[in-house]
Each structure stands twice: as structure tokens, then as C-alpha cells.
């Protein structure tokens, strides 16, 4: 066991290929792995629910303040919960392997890795405490970004064993490119700075285009990156503040957030550097050297855009040499190659084989904060040195969109998601709110949320003293608390209603079995066969004795068995005689005409027929995932 902070780290197995049939993953691996995770207890109450936060794209290690001062940590203390904060597979200490090749990350999958959080939320061995799996508590996961978007995949795909679900930010649609990361800096930041580098970046372009070398070499060293041999290199180099396509060390406009504490500035700083206007006449003559290139105008700012390049960016690489692999020349394959395990190539990966997203300029006719040499092609020639075809694994000449976009994309809904968005972030438009996106409204079922003049995952971060918080921040984690706390009294309201169709049924069923006394176990042609659960609290199925024999009866018959064992169910089935930990909630239901079925299943019986009385109750909403049975399955 490792230590977190003042949070012991555990770990729990877990299968390397969760879908051994699945011919993505051939040959397959039966091995198994150990993934991290560490939770918070303190404020549990039996009866509370567990908040999941999905670890995301980076080691569990940076998510250590989210469950001391978060709006994760106010939730599990406001509703008497356990907070886990859960590493994804690649990242931390979670690898199944010791490197990194194409092969070995072959499971390197959305699909892959949303399984591995519902079988951790039906199988974990949380210590020191029992009854609190999936099948017996409410789960609610939360998840930005990246894991936003893993937490809406798994709400659609396993929403019969997570319960609810709050995507922040989550890029839930993949694309190719994606010039639009750079739109809200574009439309929000300071213009007088982003009309500077609109026009240098003009200009720039301008000079590739016509193959002005001697020209493009001047401005390379006016920024001092003349060493750098490729003009996509020096675009990327000098796009750090704002954002370079494949990689940046600096703050940008994503790292901006509400709580300085979280938060950088920098960005500001550097926009407040070029377009300050009482910079030295060394630094402003710079603006007028490239001047006979451009019919005599100057390139505004330029002086104090190369400076703070100077003065920020030049210090990343301590030894000079600017065109190494270490520093910012990236037309080295062996670098690239390297199958060390680290969570940029665990997070290129995905980007290279599913997602994409790549950032890109926009083009021309369109006002661009960086070059338009930056294209696809400078990313995928990443994609491609990283990753060289395996023995079994290949990936892709371009991301292949469908295995991220199967969940619906733009049109993924999924009941009881809450998808929060920050209007003013990088990642919006592969967002819920996406301008690409349809219309978005708010139902109890559907709950969304963008937040105006938020960024990236705004929305996680929260503050116990409230009125510190900004406003929108503040009506929004009301609005989060709101929408929890109807989950939780949801699963209260839904035990109380257990027992309420429970005695219905139970007094229905104590009527008719007089005058069944010679049946042979058939249960006629209703057969709206329930599974209430056992083990759960409030809910004690001696209570109700003819349920009860009504249960076991139906439970042991092959066909329900067969179907109560399918494995993508996940069920532990449970009778009075062999009590499992709980009998999930089911509603078994037969389809088609009642003559299609075999005769003892709709003769005359001990279970006769539907009353408007048991209409009523199994009309109400509980919270049921329904199987139906063909007749061939009877």
C-alpha cells in the first residue's frame, strides 16, 4: 500500500482485455493487471452513496486535492458518501505492462477502460466496508475532460449499474482537426493582443507561401529559434502560450480557472505582453525589420511577441540546443518511437487511434492565432513514428472516429447524466454544448448545464466557503447539489416503493392461490416476472411470503436462469434458500402474442392474469433495466 497524501493508495486486479471475443483485441490476453485508486471515508453514513471521479488522462497522484477541496469533496460530505478517485489503465501506476509498445496498447481503449469502472463498481473490495458495490448503493461518477467524456460512454453503456453520471467538459464527439480550439481565445481574450498575432501570422504565412526563405529565416531568428530546421517546428515553438498543436510547456487559455490555486495567468501575462505599448525602442524597432517584405508595414508587436518568446519559452531548454528531440525539434522518429511507459504517449495513443482532435490552424480566408502550416499532416507524422506496426496491433492512417463516436457523439443521452460545459472553453465544441451540437434543454432525466464565461472543467473545483466562489460558479454547484440530492432521495423513494408493489403483489397473489391449489408451478400468462431486491435496506422479502414463493419459483426456472446468468448482466441471482448479497432490480418481461408461448405458460394457473390494481404499481416509475424474453428462449 502507498501513501497519498494522507490517503493510503490501493490497488485492485483487474482483466487486461475485458473482451476476450471482441476480434479488435486478438490474439488477446488473459493476464491481469493492478490499477490505483484511493478514496475518502470520513463523511460516510450507512445509506450514502459513492462518488466515482474517473482519474482521466493523468496519474491519480494530481487529482490529490479533489477530495480535500473540490465539488466533489462538498458532494460525499454533504450526502454522507465515500469518495473514490480511481486511476485509469496507461496512466500511473495502473500499466499492465512494464513498456509501451504498439502491442501492449492494443488495450488502450475507450471501450477497455469504461469496463474496467463497472467492474470496479460491482467488484471492488473497498476496505472496511461491505454492502457498498454497485448492486446495493447508488454510484454516481464524475469525470472532466477527457474522463468526461468516459463518464458519459459508461453511463450509456453500463447505466444499469452506474447510477447517475456528471460529465464535465467531456469531449464526447471525435474529429480529424479541430481549428476551434483555438475560437474562444480568438473571440474572448484581449483584442488588441489577438489582432497582433492574427496580423503576424499573416504575414508569416504570407512569407512561406511565396517561398520567401531569406525572409522566413529572419523572423526565425528574431525569435531566436534560427536552428530549427523545420518551419512547422518554429510554428508550434512560438504557439506555446497559446496552445501548440502537439505538445506545449507553457500555461494557455486552458489552464485558466476561477481558483488561482488551480489556476495560471499566464496567459494574460503574455497578452499583456505583446501589446504593451511602453516597451523600449530596442524591442518596438524590432516591428519595422521585416518591413520591405510587407510593402513597408510594420509587423505591430512583433518586437514584443519574439521578446517574451525570449524571455518565457527559450528557458524550456536549458541546453540551447533547440532543434533536439528534448527541446522543441520534433523531426526525430527514434524519439518518438521510444516505448517507455509516460502518459503523453498513453494520451497520444488514443488521440492517434480514436479520437483525433487534432489541433490545427484555420484556414486561410479565416483569421488564425498560428500558422497554417500546422495541419493534420504534423500530428499524424507524430501518430505514425510513435507507434509502427506491432506483430497484432496497428494503428490507423487517421483516427478511426467510430470507435469514440459509437456512444452517440453530439447525440449520446444517457438517463440521469448531467453534462456541464464552460462557454468560453478550448475543448467546447466536442462538447454537450458544442455550436455544432443540437439544441440543448434541461428535463429531471437530461440535466445540462453550461456555464457562462467558464473554462476547461470549471465546475470540478469548488470552495467550502461558498461565498468565495464566483457567481456562476455558485449557482451552478447549487444547481449540482440539487440535481445529486434528487438522486440520492430517488433510491429512497424507489425502496419505499419496493415494498409498496411488494404488498400489491403479495395480496394479489394470496387471493388467487386458493383457488390454484393442484398448480404445478405454472405462472400463467401475465408474467411480468419481477426481481425486487434482496439485502437491501428496507426491504425484507420475509415480509412478503407469497412474493417470496412466487420469486424462488420463477427464479429457478431454466429459462429465467438462463437469462438472469447472461454475463453482460452481471447479476449474482439470489432465492430464500441461498441468499447472494442482492438480486438486482429486474422486470422480466414476455414479448409477443401470449399463443406463441409453450401452453403451461398460459394455461390456467396459479398466477391468472393482470388486474388494473397491478397495472397501476408496476406503471410507476422505478428504477427497472428490462430483459425481454423471446419465446424461444422459454
Known amino acids: ?57 493523468v496519474p491519480i497522484e494530481d487529482w490529490a486535492i479533489i477530495l480535500e477541496e473540490s465539488n466533489v469533496q462538498i458532494l460525499i460530505q454533504q450526502f454522507n458518501g465515500i469518495g473514490i478517485v480511481l486511476e485509469n489503465r496507461y496512466y500511473g501506476g495502473s500499466y499492465p505492462f512494464n513498456t509501451s509498445t504498439t502491442d501492449q496498447l492494443a488495450y488502450m481503449t475507450a471501450e477497455q477502460t469504461i469496463a474496467d469502472i ?24 464524475y469525470g472532466g475532460s477527457l474522463a468526461g467524456a468516459l463518464t458519459a460512454f459508461a453511463m450509456k453503456t453500463y447505466g444499469d449499474t452506474i447510477y447517475a453520471g456528471i460529465s464535465s467538459s467531456g469531449v464526447v464527439q471525435g474529429v480529424l482537426g479541430y481549428p476551434q480550439w483555438y ?19 499573416d504575414k508569416m504565412d504570407m512569407l512561406i507561401e511565396a517561398n520567401q526563405t531569406p525572409a522566413v529565416e529572419q523572423l526565425k531568428e528574431i525569435f531566436g529559434l534560427g536552428a530549427l530546421t523545420d518551419i512547422r517546428d518554429f510554428a508550434q515553438t512560438i504557439a506555446f502560450p497559446l496552445g501548440g498543436p502537439l505538445k506545449y510547456p507553457t500555461n494557455t487559455w486552458q489552464e485558466i480557472n476561477w481558483d488561482p490555486q488551480i489556476g495560471s495567468q499566464d496567459f494574460f501575462d503574455f497578452c499583456r505582453n505583446v501589446s504593451n505599448v511602453d516597451s523600449p525602442a530596442n524591442i518596438t524597432e524590432v516591428d519595422f525589420e521585416l518591413a520591405n517584405y510587407t510593402n513597408n508595414e510594420p509587423w505591430t508587436n512583433l518586437g514584443n511577441y519574439a521578446a517574451y518568446v525570449k524571455r518565457v519559452v527559450l528557458p524550456y ?4 540546443d533547440y532543434n533536439s528531440a528534448s527541446c522543441f525539434g520534433t523531426q526525430h522518429p527514434s524519439y518518438w518511437a521510444n516505448t517507455t511507459k509516460a502518459l503523453l504517449r498513453s494520451y497520444l495513443y488514443t488521440t492517434c487511434t480514436e479520437f483525433g482532435a487534432y489541433q490545427v490552424a484555420n484556414p486561410p480566408g479565416q483569421k488564425s492565432l498560428v500558422s497554417r502550416v500546422l495541419q493534420v499532416d504534423y500530428t499524424q507524422q507524430g501518430c505514425d513514428w510513435s507507434f509502427p506496426k506491432g506483430k497484432y496491433n496497428a494503428i490507423p492512417a487517421s483516427p478511426n472516429l467510430a470507435y469514440w463516436n459509437i456512444y452517440g457523439g453530439f447525440n449520446l443521452t444517457a438517463d440521469r447524466l448531467l453534462s456541464i460545459d464552460g462557454s468560453a472553453d478550448v475543448w467546447l465544441d466536442l462538447c454537450h454544448h458544442s455550436n455544432f451540437a443540437p439544441e440543448r434543454y434541461w428535463s429531471d432525466v437530461h440535466p445540462e448545464y453550461l456555464i457562462n464565461g467558464a473554462g476547461h472543467i470549471w465546475d470540478v473545483w469548488g470552495e467550502n466557503d461558498v461565498a468565495t466562489e464566483p457567481h456562476a460558479i455558485k449557482r451552478y454547484n447549487k444547481e449540482v447539489n440539487r440535481v445529486s440530492g434528487e438522486y440520492h432521495s430517488a433510491t429512497d423513494r424507489y425502496d419505499k416503493e419496493t415494498n409498496r408493489v411488494s404488498g400489491t403483489l403479495n395480496g394479489h397473489l394470496a387471493q388467487q392461490k386458493p383457488d390454484h391449489s393442484d398448480s404445478k408451478g405454472n405462472d400463467g400468462q401475465w408474467l411480468e416476472i419481477i426481481g425486487m431486491i434482496l439485502g437491501k435496506d428496507g426491504y425484507d422479502e420475509d415480509n412478503f411470503s407469497y412474493v417470496k414463493e412466487w420469486l424462488d419459483k420463477m427464479t429457478s426456472r431454466e429459462a429465467v436462469k438462463t437469462v438472469l446468468e447472461r454475463p453482460s448482466l452481471n447479476l449474482k441471482l439470489a432465492n430464500s434458500k441461498t441468499q447472494a448479497p442482492a438480486r438486482k432490480v429486474m422486470d422480466y418481461r414476455l414479448t409477443g402474442p401470449i399463443s406463441a408461448y409453450p401452453k403451461e405458460y398460459h394455461g390456467d394457473s396459479f398466477f391468472r392474469g393482470p388486474s388494473p390494481e397491478l397495472d397501476q404499481a408496476w406503471n410507476d416509475r422505478l428504477r427497472y433495466a428490462t430483459i425481454r424474453l423471446s419465446p424461444e428462449e422459454f
Not at 480568438?186 to 501570422?201: P, R
Not at 531548454?317 to 540551447?320: Q, V
Request: with cysteine; proline share 9%; aromatic share 12%.
Open 1 to 57: 500500500m502507498q501513501e497519498q497524501g494522507c490517503l493510503p493508495v490501493h490497488l485492485k486486479s483487474d482483466r487486461i482485455d475485458d473482451f476476450p471475443q471482441n476480434p479488435r483485441y486478438a490474439p488477446h490476453d488473459n493476464g491481469t493487471f493492478k490499477q490505483r485508486y484511493f478514496f475518502e471515508s470520513s463523511y460516510y453514513k450507512a445509506g450514502g452513496p459513492i462518488f466515482l471521479f474517473v482519474g482521466g488522462e
Open 118 to 141: 463497472q467492474a470496479f463498481a460491482l467488484r471492488v473490495d473497498l476496505p472496511g466496508f461491505e454492502g457498498i458495490n454497485a448492486s446495493q448503493t447508488p454510484w454516481i461518477l
Open 183 to 201: 475560437d474562444p481565445i480568438q473571440k474572448l481574450a484581449a483584442q488588441d493582443c489577438v489582432t497582433s498575432i492574427n496580423d503576424i501570422i
Open 317 to 320: 531548454c536549458p541546453s540551447g
